[in-house]
């Protein structure tokens, strides 16, 4: 395939999020409901593309459309797109952050970082669960599906894509197509249920902060900052004639990655070298690259945070990398979507989705009161957007219910990634669940996820939750 291609598939993701963006603006609903131009623009993506388009003028008899409007070349490269820059997205996690003392980290983000991981314990718990019992017996779905609730709920678009590779590896190829289209229920159902979970709180006095829904403001609705309002997207720390402060920017995040690239294959290496071999049990060949780059990143943050002398980097130029990276890395995964496959398992598709967003919904409602000491609602919201939808959904959220940041919610939030990231999400637990549940079986992985959602349910309940006097 030659860059031609490539080049011009990304082009035309370009038109289609700027098109996405038009037609958000064009009909209100889509601003109600919150959902980003990357979700809008993945749609008309496979309504023009082959699953649908092509798959219609296929069946009236005529065959040059029969890939729509986009060639098979275009959506292969859509395809591989979302496995490359899910590295980007997770290098960038912590490259430019300021990270606090553990102390004050543990304090504000430990009630919401308690929560996240017992939700996220949770779907692996019942998504294992409905698969020896229901999934695996009746539909024929590979045991590694009991991964899947977290991998799309929690994880999102990013995390099923860098997953692509693992899921084929370990004979589930269909994993990816289930994964990537839970991930956009998931999504969907976070921004829906989490606004009518706001309007219920501030209809009922759970919130602190917001008084009444209408208090949203048209610019939160539109996505349209109001010139007075805007502010700059970065700091040029660098000037233009020495390089490009983009250019330094990326540079760092490529480091970031390359990091991450030694130490997965320093543990390949060693896995060979140790038990591997002598026990013919694998699991780092099977965990893809991007928990690893967020590993690089925070090696590469704790060296700059020690030499950097100069403050080089800037965080939020590489906010905004990291969100064009995420942008694209979510329309080219809906883009390349496979409508067979999801068609061919729809009832265990539907199955997994309504346990997802029940099991997220029933414990966010529950937990959230009883773990998180003040502000619950509107700290808790992120967590269960987070949940449904990934942390963009959960940051979201919060800032609908604390739109002037009155609350620890935004802070706490923050804070927590840095405790849950490195794990569940996308992370090192995350990455690693598929290749265990294969080599070990789902009972024992089952065991021990229990036992962890058990512990951080009463680290919650009985610890953080009995501070609500002390504040």
């Known amino acids: 395939m030659s860059l031609g291609v490539a080049g011009f598939a990304l082009v035309l993701l370009a038109i289609l999020l700027v098109l996405a963006m038009w037609v958000r603006l064009k009909i209100r609903i889509l601003q109600k409901l919150f959902l980003p131009a990357s979700l809008i623009g993945g749609f008309l993506a496979l309504l023009l593309g082959p699953e649908v388009l092509g798959q219609l003028v296929s069946s009236l008899g005529f065959s040059r459309l029969e890939s729509g409007l986009f060639t098979e070349e275009i959506v292969e490269v859509w395809a591989d797109l979302p496995g490359l820059l899910i590295n980007v997205v997770f290098a960038c996690l912590f490259i430019g952050l300021s990270l606090p003392k553990p102390k004050k980290i543990w304090k504000i983000g430990g009630p919401q970082t308690a929560l996240g991981y017992t939700i996220s314990l949770a779907l692996y718990v019942v998504g294992i669960l409905l698969t020896i019992t229901v999934m695996t017996p009746l539909f024929g779905l590979n045991p590694a599906a009991g991964a899947l609730l977290e991998i799309s709920f929690v994880g999102g678009h990013g995390t099923a894509a860098g997953l692509q590779s693992t899921f084929e590896e370990l004979g589930f190829p269909e994993g990816y197509d289930l994964a990537i289209g839970l991930a956009t229920v998931a999504i969907l159902s976070g921004v829906i249920i989490g606004m009518a979970l706001i309007n219920w709180a501030a209809r009922k006095g759970k919130t602190k902060i917001l008084d009444h829904p209408d208090e949203i403001s048209v610019e939160q609705r539109s996505g349209i900052i109001k010139e007075e309002n805007r502010e700059g997207a970065g700091l040029k720390t660098t000037s233009p004639m020495s390089i490009e402060p983009y250019a330094l920017h ?77 942008d694209f890395l979510i329309i080219s995964a809906m883009a390349s979507l496979s409508l067979q496959v999801i068609g061919e398992n729809l009832l265990p598709f539907i199955i997994f989705a309504a346990a997802g967003i029940v099991v997220n919904l029933l414990l966010f409602l529950y937990l959230a009161p009883r773990m998180i000491p003040n502000y619950w609602f509107e700290r808790g919201i992120g967590d269960f957007g987070q949940g449904v939808g990934v942390a963009a959904t959960g940051i979201m959220l919060i800032r609908i219910a604390d739109s002037d940041n009155k609350t620890p919610a935004l802070t706490g939030f923050g804070y927590k990634q840095i405790l849950f990231e490195p794990m569940l999400g996308g992370g090192l637990i995350t990455s690693a669940a598929v290749p265990f549940i294969i080599q070990f079986g789902a009972i024992p992985v089952l065991i021990a996820v229990t036992l962890l959602m058990i512990g951080f349910w009463c680290l919650g309940v009985l610890y953080f939750g009995r501070k609500k006097e002390e504040e």
């Open 250 to 326: 990326l540079g760092f995040i490529g480091i970031a990655i390359f990091i991450g690239y030694i130490l997965l294959e320093g543990f390949i290496w060693l896995e060979e070298a140790t038990y591997g071999s002598a026990y013919d049990v694998y699991l780092f060949q099977y965990v893809p690259l991007f928990p690893f780059a967020m590993l690089g990143g925070i090696l590469l943050q704790l060296v700059l945070g020690r030499f950097d002398s100069h403050k080089l980097t800037d965080r939020e130029t590489i906010n905004r990398i990291q969100g064009v990276a995420l």
